[in-house]
């Protein structure tokens, strides 16, 4: 069957989010398939779509909601047919996806560790005792709780510009950020230190875009199979089984990052209390093949350590 490629009078709607680093994201799968089929970049067009999770920026997310705040307009959009394909951070996606959709496309993964920034010091332990740190994450909330329980911890919500203005007014003496977001935007100016996995695990699926498309849209499926990233669709598989086995939300502290050796994958996890005062880890190695098992073993050994009364 021949393929029925876009063009400029019938444009491939690709949805997004409108911040910088969800733009960028976004570009990069248009060059992509521009790419992969020869296509000129007026065969796409860009769709922004205000989600609410953007909309609403004086409160923090465990308030308004899980991760579906920042998918659910654009997955609505893709259901009545507006776009074609949604392009989204991984680390925001809910592990399971309305029914009619399906997010099977991965691009290659970047950077996976999270960055230390600050205008003054250069890592956390260079920080003065009882520093404000400023972070939307409780991911990254419990993690450093773990480490530096004296740490006045604020919320610290906003694109990386923000981000950096609220650092140079004084409200907070460091945050973190994704490499990855940091590396697309090309901000190289940023002070920043990258933080290894060992000292704190990212997030799951951090540094990983995902493309989601209508389960019977076969023109869609046929043209994302051609700029899919097998290797990170296998680490992916791994992580986020682990996140689905422990019912993962914005408003559960989890670590989980896979990496693959040959033919073999290397899984860590950890789950936290929200205080920091007691952290669960685990780490596993095997197949490749055994990746969504092992996430799902892991998930049930820690969950088994912690406790009924953990989360």
């Known amino acids: 069957m021949t393929l029925d490629l876009p063009s400029p009078a019938s444009p491939f709607n690709i949805g997004t989010r409108g911040s910088p680093l969800a733009l960028a994201q976004a570009h990069e799968t248009r060059s992509r398939l521009m790419a992969a089929f020869n296509l000129p970049e007026e065969a796409f067009a860009i769709c922004v779509i205000k989600v609410t999770g953007d909309a609403i920026q004086d409160r923090p997310l465990k308030e308004i909601g899980g991760k579906g705040l920042f998918t659910r307009e654009i997955e609505e959009a893709l259901l009545d047919g507006s776009i074609d394909i949604a392009v989204h951070s991984m680390k925001d996606m809910p592990v399971d996806q309305p029914g009619g959709l399906l997010l099977d496309t991965y691009l290659p993964r970047e950077d996976v560790r999270d960055a230390f920034v600050s205008l003054n010091a250069s890592s956390l332990n260079d920080l003065a005792e009882g520093a404000t740190v400023g972070t939307s994450s409780l991911r990254r909330r419990s993690q450093l709780l ?9 919320e610290f919500r906003g694109n990386v510009q923000t981000r950096l203005k609220k650092l140079g007014d004084g409200v907070a003496e460091a945050t ?5 977001g940091l590396n697309r935007l090309h901000m190289t100016d940023v002070p920043r230190t990258a933080v290894a996995p060992e000292d704190m695990l990212p997030a799951v699926a951090q540094g990983a ?7 019977d849209d076969s ?3 046929a043209m994302l199979d051609a700029i899919h990233d097998h290797a990170t669709g296998r680490r992916l598989a791994a992580e986020r089984s682990f996140l689905a086995a422990l019912d993962g939300s914005c408003e559960t502290p989890i670590g989980g ?3 693959l050796d040959g033919g073999s994958i290397r899984l860590r996890g950890e789950i936290l209390r929200t205080d920091g005062t007691e952290v669960f880890a685990d780490d596993m190695s095997g197949s490749i093949e055994d ?3 092992m996430g799902h073993a892991m998930a049930a050994k820690l969950l088994e350590k912690a406790g009924p009364d953990f989360f």
């Not at 480490?147 to 006045?152: E, F, M, T, V």
């Not at 875009?209 to 389960?215: A, Q």
Request: proline letters at 7%.
């Open 176 to 180: 973190f950020l994704a490499m990855a």
């Open 219 to 221: 023109r869609a499926a």
């Open 291 to 293: 990746g969504p098992a």
């Open 257 to 259: 990052l896979a990496e």
């Open 209 to 215: 875009i995902g493309i989601e498309r209508r389960g």
């Open 146 to 154: 773990a480490k530096r329980p004296d740490l006045n911890i604020v």
